[in-house]
């Protein structure tokens, strides 16, 4: 049985990007070589990532306006580090909306003065802070899109006086915005994009150079800029199934209109978490991401009985994190609506039942 | 027709793993779901992490001597700076054998005095340095087991009188050695392990906690350690095509048996080299990697008629890297003895036509 893969990440990918990368393992475009044992620096490979760069910034209406688009390896966890190291000479301004948002601080620490412009700590990152401003004499502003483990998502983005960074690895390229707004976005690929092992870097150019540490060759992003992302050798693999899978969704007709199907898988989870009386959301209502549901049995001693019931429906990964407790949908661009459905009919189903 | 591949990285990996690999994909061990789209966190995936590192330290014969085995991101070159980062306090010492022997050596002049205890750049790279001494004074003593460019590689190490640090990117587990030399190893897993996208890290745990320098989480050794390897999201398809490709070693007999085979193959290669009167070697005759054999053509009129041969004879990846020009046949593991032969083929038929 196909499972209803609601996993937080690595998550659901489409199934033509799945049959089409398990084939490249095979045979790479009936070269008679597999895509993983070929040369990084061959024609075929570098079409790869040019054409997988390429679409990133077509997707985000972002070409031609002084952008470049990189893959690198590390997680967004190394870019963390990487931003700080590369743009942090005296002060940041962090918004501490979750535990990576938190993390992203911790790092940042480590190299100059860091602000935390506003907090939602005081009630467990329920929700997201509002109506603080980011100060002036910041090297740059860092903001997390979409809180992965909270189910908090930003929607309207402080204007800032200072170059915005965003951590956008868990709702990349599943809702349109203004993305010229900001300088340099990271995105982990394992929800949105591809498989983990690769990490999609947009980055303003004229961001670069401000700092006067000298800066380890492999965390500066100037030397992938110069190399195209080959410094050294690429993550093959992850760059083609994310370049797959930017494909596919240029296909669906981009990101406007996956933002329409992610919208409807939005607003059935969260009708069925008010309506049904045994459920309560986590997230603040109007903070509520379009991503990661996050909700509560009202009883607990319902538990097994509902984790039975969704086990017996092909339900995985609905577990909430360790922080919140619960459950959590992960509902990403490939996730497809008739898998919501599925779930809010065993939610319906336990209240008809209880 | 499948080709012959000589690609010195990312290279061809046995078949039965390309197979099982592409498997995945699409169905992980008939769960349902693909091994790209489950969390890190589930236990198939627990176990696969498990196993490989498991394998890795098995197969070095390193279990129970305080090694711990990692799989990292960032390749070979993120070792540059983090075998620094993490272990040079005052001094180290670095042995110059080739490019990357030289990056690393750059890499870690950002974080403390760097000795170049020997070198063998005067001659393009062309030997291995001996009859030095590695000082005693030095936090480590760093070598480059084999010059996967040159095709030159250590056959004895010397005795070091402080920890040693190996980068064994393009020679490990293709012959045997005693491992437990070393402190601390390193190899990028596109050369004898698998796809491009993880690094495999091997080191004696009492190495590290010397340095005073605040390390950025991501780039310290103890929380990969602490974390099984699961600090952050970890390259999933490459590590466990690195497990399908060390239990496929295993299979074989383990590294003693590949070794008769990677001897036999270097033995072929070499005596063509040797024995046919248009071609030379570069490398000095005993320090002849097993792995990465170079060699030119005595008359460069003859490049295009060998060339075109080649080509016909589906040689792929047989041109040698810009620093040294000429051709270089890569020999790793999973290279089949007959595409040695079918290339010395090709070497013959053009001295029988010159
Ligand atoms: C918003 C966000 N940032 C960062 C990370 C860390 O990503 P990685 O594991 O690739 O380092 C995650 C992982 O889930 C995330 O959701
Ligand atoms: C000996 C050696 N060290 C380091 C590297 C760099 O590896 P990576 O591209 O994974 O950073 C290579 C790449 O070929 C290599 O052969
Ligand atoms: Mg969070
Ligand atoms: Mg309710
Ligand atoms: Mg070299
Ligand atoms: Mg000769």
Redesign the interface.
């Known amino acids: 049985?196909?499972?209803h893969?609601f996993?937080?990440?690595?998550?659901?990918?489409p199934q033509e990007v799945?049959?089409k990368?398990?084939?490249a393992?095979?045979d790479f475009n009936n070269?008679?070589?597999?895509l993983?044992?070929?040369?990084?620096r061959s024609k075929p490979f570098i079409e790869v990532m040019d054409t997988a760069t390429a679409l990133a910034l077509e997707l985000l209406g972002l070409e031609g306006k002084g952008y470049k688009a990189l893959f690198l390896?590390?997680?967004?966890?190394?870019q963390?580090?990487m931003t700080a190291?590369n743009l942090l000479e005296t002060k940041a301004g962090y918004l501490n909306t979750g535990t990576w948002a938190a993390?992203s601080l911790?790092?940042a620490k480590?190299f100059g003065e860091v602000v935390e412009v506003a907090s939602s700590k005081d009630a467990n990152y329920n929700y997201i802070p509002k109506g603080y401003s980011v100060p002036s004499d910041l090297d740059y502003f860092h903001c997390t899109s979409n809180n992965t483990i909270f189910g908090t998502q930003i929607k309207d983005f402080p204007t800032s006086p200072v170059p915005m960074v965003c951590d956008m690895s868990s709702d990349i390229f599943s809702r349109t915005l203004d993305f010229s707004k900001f300088d340099l976005i990271y995105a982990?690929a394992?929800k949105n994009m591809?498989?983990?092992?690769?990490t999609l870097v947009v980055i303003k150019e004229d961001l670069l150079g401000k700092v006067t540490r000298?800066i380890?060759?492999?965390?500066d992003y100037k030397n992938f800029i110069e190399k195209e992302s080959m410094?050294?050798?690429?993550?093959?693999?992850?760059v083609y199934?994310s370049m797959l899978t930017l494909q596919w969704l240029k296909d669906l007709g981009g990101i406007a209109e996956i933002e329409k199907e992610n919208n409807k898988k939005a607003k059935l989870i969260y009708s069925e978490i008010d309506l049904n009386p045994l459920f309560k959301g986590f997230a603040a209502t109007e903070d509520r991401s379009t991503m990661n549901a996050t909700f509560n049995l009202v009883d607990d001693k319902l538990k097994d009985t509902f984790d039975e019931m969704a086990k017996e429906a092909?339900m995985?990964?609905i577990n909430g994190h360790r922080s919140v407790g619960g459950y959590r949908a992960s509902m990403y661009n490939a996730l497809p609506y008739t898998s919501v459905a599925a779930l809010v009919e065993v939610m319906s189903e336990l209240e008809r039942k209880a």
Chains 1, 2 share one sequence.
């Open positions: 049985m196909k499972k893969n996993s937080a990440g690595p998550c659901i990918l799945l049959l990368a398990s084939e393992v095979i070269s008679g070589l597999s993983i044992e070929i040369s990084h390896q590390g997680g967004a966890s190394t963390f580090l190291y993390k911790k790092e480590l982990g394992q591809g498989p983990a092992g690769t000298a380890p060759s492999m965390l410094f050294n050798t690429p993550p093959v693999f992850a199934t092909g995985n990964g």
